[in-house]
């Protein structure tokens, strides 16, 4: 049977290493629905997500990062933060992100661009918000 533990992968002395995020607490599930993109003055939307009126979630959580090539714990009580935005069906342009910290020190990132974590586009499938 197939491992299929999410992990990420990153390159230490030569050996590509597999590390995985494991949340042990929830601190909060924010979900907005039906919210106008940044930059616009609409009011919230009525309906579902849409390319127009996106639906926005954010969850935060303690996390624990383990080697899983060596099997070394890296550290507890992390703090990993993931958010995404439902741009509407068929979920294309939904776009996601993920940040682990460790206090005010940044140890991993899906898409830092120097001061945040911004959200990519989605490779396949569809983020729903409801």
Same mark, same amino acid.
């Given at each position: 049977m197939e491992d299929l533990t999410p992990f990420l992968r990153r390159? @230490?002395? +030569? @050996? @590509?290493?597999k590390f995985q995020i494991k949340n042990n607490a929830i601190d909060s599930l924010g979900i907005?629905? %039906?919210t106008p993109p940044a +930059? $616009? $003055?609409?009011?919230?939307c009525p309906g579902p997500p849409s390319g127009t009126c996106w +639906?926005?979630?954010e969850f935060r959580s303690k996390?624990?990062? %383990?080697?899983l090539t060596t099997g070394e714990g890296l550290g507890g009580s992390l703090t990993l933060q993931v958010t995404m935005i439902d741009?509407?069906?068929?979920?294309?342009?939904?776009?996601?992100?993920? $940040?682990l910290w460790s206090g005010s020190t940044l140890l991993f990132s899906s898409n830092w661009n120097g001061a945040k974590t911004v959200e990519q586009q989605v490779g396949g499938g569809n983020l729903v918000v409801h």
């Amino acid at each position: 049977m197939e491992d299929l533990t999410p992990f990420l992968r990153r390159m @230490v002395d +030569g @050996v @590509v290493h597999k590390f995985q995020i494991k949340n042990n607490a929830i601190d909060s599930l924010g979900i907005i629905l %039906k919210t106008p993109p940044a +930059g $616009t $003055t609409s009011p919230l939307c009525p309906g579902p997500p849409s390319g127009t009126c996106w +639906g926005l979630a954010e969850f935060r959580s303690k996390a624990n990062l %383990k080697n899983l090539t060596t099997g070394e714990g890296l550290g507890g009580s992390l703090t990993l933060q993931v958010t995404m935005i439902d741009k509407g069906e068929p979920g294309r342009n939904d776009t996601f992100a993920v $940040t682990l910290w460790s206090g005010s020190t940044l140890l991993f990132s899906s898409n830092w661009n120097g001061a945040k974590t911004v959200e990519q586009q989605v490779g396949g499938g569809n983020l729903v918000v409801h």
